[in-house]
């Protein structure tokens, strides 16, 4: 049996890494692969379209991200089970740059760059974290940690589903008929949502338009985007109409509808919009690596799968 690690470009150190914690396992990169039918299980990010279907015995495949709509482009996908990467290292970072940027919008840090930027010594009226609503779109484990990391600061933390969940001290909506109750109760949305095409473009100037515009406190200057999710969960157009109309105070975006981010992007100049290069969640080969092998010890020992992706739900 063969290990395949392919379409990252960090594949040169997921081989190096896997190769020391099990040296006597035969660990190869694509796409020098030798005989194809060793393969067994793969470890794949954006994988070239139609190369999985030529491993006659793949049995299973390993995405290196939370996401796995990359895998579902390829329409010659095989019939395997996929497994989605769910590690606390991945679920910490995700919880860091949540709370990170929350913060960062909730004491309008923002307006303090561009008065830094200007010598200019100016208070500004900020709210206190249990006075904002954060809303979170997807409350799967990286939701509900970060929901639990909000409530821990003293936001008023509510959740949104398609289909209904429940979370201690957090105020669960669920499905279309609730959405516009969950948008008019929040000022700072958070989405982390999967790719799907029931997501797909879900974000638009409609749904925001339907945000709390000023909150119940004016210490809250408007709504606030952060988009950690996917990036063509949202319609980048109507998200900078949003920003100049008022209707959006601010937005933090780690992922984008392209990728890399056009250098002429009207994102990149605007003074209220923090860009990350899709790396909320950027887990260490270490640690994607520890759960790659974890998931085939467990594939050797004939233990159940864990994190098994929905192929009808997309996620």
Known sequence: MALLIIGSDRAADFHKTASEREPDRDIRIWPDVGAVADIKHALAWHPEAGVLKSFPNLETIVSVGAGVDHLFKDLDLPSVPIIRYIDPDLTGRMVEYVT???LYHTRRMSEY??????????????????????????????GQASAKALRALGYQVRGWTRSPKQMDGVECFAGQSELDA??????????????????????????????SLRGRHPRMPGPV???????????????????????????????FEVEPLPADSPFWAHERVVITPHNAAESTPDSIVAYFLEHVGRMDSGEPMQNVVDRDAGY
Not at 115 to 140: C, F, K, T
Not at 183 to 206: Q, W
């Open 225 to 255: 985007l952060i988009n950690a999710g996917r990036g063509g969960v949202q319609v980048g157009d109507d998200i900078l109409a949003c920003l100049e109309s008022g209707q959006l105070y601010a937005a933090s975006l780690d992922v």
């Open 113 to 142: 760059r561009t008065q830094q930027s200007d010598n200019n010594w100016q208070y500004l009226p900020e709210p206190a974290a249990h006075e904002v609503r954060v809303g979170i779109m997807g409350l799967g484990v990286l």
């Open 100 to 102: 990170l940027q929350t």
């Open 182 to 211: 969950f948008l008019a109760e929040t000022d700072i949305l958070v989405s982390l949502l999967p790719f799907t095409p029931d997501t797909k473009g879900l974000i638009n100037r409609d749904l925001l338009n339907k945000l």
